[in-house]
DNA sequence: ATTCCGCTATTGTACGTACAAACGGAGATA
DNA sequence: TATCTCCGTTTGTACGTACAATAGCGGAAT
């Protein structure tokens, strides 16, 4: 076990070392079965109790981390759905509201598709994963679906149920790459004639259009876009409490 | 000056006490000419330097305080803007992304409207202001809003040049109530023939509506539509810093 | 077998000290 | 007058110590 020596000379303070050190070794999932407690940080590092609390305390400010205290520290695995935006995952967002839900898969097949592909950053003529779903929230439609993976990485999920399950869960079960950068963007839209009959949507009523780009370290994951149902999926922001901004699907 | 002396018999921790009394000494606006040190916290409060700096560092982290090693603690007069979601206001956003903007205000008068007025939360024949502006970014059209404040708060507002101020600048700088608490909704709509020839929209090209209704201490200040062109302004979450979700114009 | 007690491990709180780094102003200097 | 240097103030970093509070486990008592 080579630990990484701290730089005591380094203008970075030592807790900011620290900080990244523990970082990554938690992204390399060195500490999936425990994480040390503050003992073993300042024996292992040399640094004092203080200095290894100021690290794990930015990591748990962060999310990375819970602590408790007479239990010890555990790592949050779900530090990806922490560290994004509100607009995360429709589905765990419909989840959280306790909305009961489906989805119902349109297409799953590979296809070469330029516009994706070049949204990717891959080859336009790169052969993907298309995995289109209609998304449906007590019964009626509430989002269109459409995800573009690269086939080498998407390839064990054409035999997978998709009715009930959200993507980054099923990627991160079979080991496929969870993304861990990208990027999506709202835009407001008139959804095309094929959307609004799936969404049974009347003519003139608009919807959201969110788009996704997912990386894992750098490598592209997944190319995105969802079409929700403006009337029964709203963004709201209660700041009364002081919350964050928060996007919940309205009551039914 | 009676400083209510903290109680160290309490369960609760002594940082997290004196987080509080500085908390409502600050929104008192005891220290809008001044924080106190590290050192005369710990000489008035009598509790070590260590708890605090814990009192301030969370306050901090709440975005009321900035600190800067050599010159000292100095009060986020922002503090409601910090605590808002990311959509709180619209004029400051497209200020912060250095877009030339301007307001052409459209109207500005004592009405009644049963609907605002529900919404305001007072009673429908109450007399409010209304204030609608056409907002123009870059010279191009870029929002169309509509506020409704009741008018006994609002008279004075009248009488300004709202062309390039944002109301709740104004609000501030005559002593009328900020609002601290309240709601936004933002939902897809397709505009009206009025909004759409405002915002030169061309026919079935959706856009933005974000909804907002405020109050400064439980009574009601504020009830405004917006209507946002959905293609020059777009809700752009970057994860890859690890970056909060940001409501942003796109380049125009 | 079950309950309860107490021990240990671990994090939280709270105190202390010392030095480093950065800002800003006072005073010296050109 | 303008600029530079020095020094005090203030926050940041880093060390130390001690005890409290809590969770979980094992052993004792019923």
Do not use: C
Not at 14 to 24: F, P, S, T
Not at 87 to 113: C, K, N, P
Not at 163 to 189: I, K
Request: proline share 6%; no cysteine; hydrophobic share 40%.
């Amino acid at each position: 076990m080579s630990l990484t020596p701290l730089d005591r000379g380094s203008p970075m303070p030592l807790w900011a070392q620290l900080e990244v050190e523990l970082r990554k070794r938690l992204e390399a999932g060195e500490f999936d079965l425990g994480f040390p407690t503050d003992l073993q940080l300042t024996t292992s590092y040399e640094v004092s109790r203080h200095t290894a609390r100021e690290a794990v305390r930015q990591l748990s400010a962060s999310g990375l981390l819970t602590r408790e205290r007479g239990r010890g520290t555990v790592v949050n695995r779900s530090e990806f759905e922490q560290s994004l935006g509100a607009l995360y995952s429709l589905f765990e967002s419909v989840e959280a509201a306790g909305v009961e839900q489906a989805s119902e898969v349109l297409r799953l097949e590979v296809v070469t598709d330029p516009a994706a592909a070049a949204n990717l950053g891959v080859s336009v003529s790169a052969k993907l994963v298309l995995l289109e779903r209609l998304r449906l929230a007590g019964g009626a439609p509430l989002a269109v679906d459409r995800a573009w993976l690269p086939q080498k990485l998407a390839k064990p999920l054409l035999k997978v149920d998709w009715s009930r399950t959200a993507l980054y869960a099923e990627l991160a079960d079979m080991g496929a790459p969870v993304p861990n950068q990208g990027w999506e963007r709202l835009t407001p839209v008139m959804p095309g004639a094929v959307d609004r009959e799936l969404l049974e949507l009347d003519e003139n009523e608009a919807a959201f259009f969110l788009e996704r780009q997912g990386n894992r370290d750098g490598t592209p994951v997944e190319w995105r876009t969802t079409v929700i149902r403006g009337d029964r999926y709203r963004f709201v922001t209660d700041w009364t409490t002081g919350e964050q901004s928060q996007l919940r699907p309205t009551a039914v």
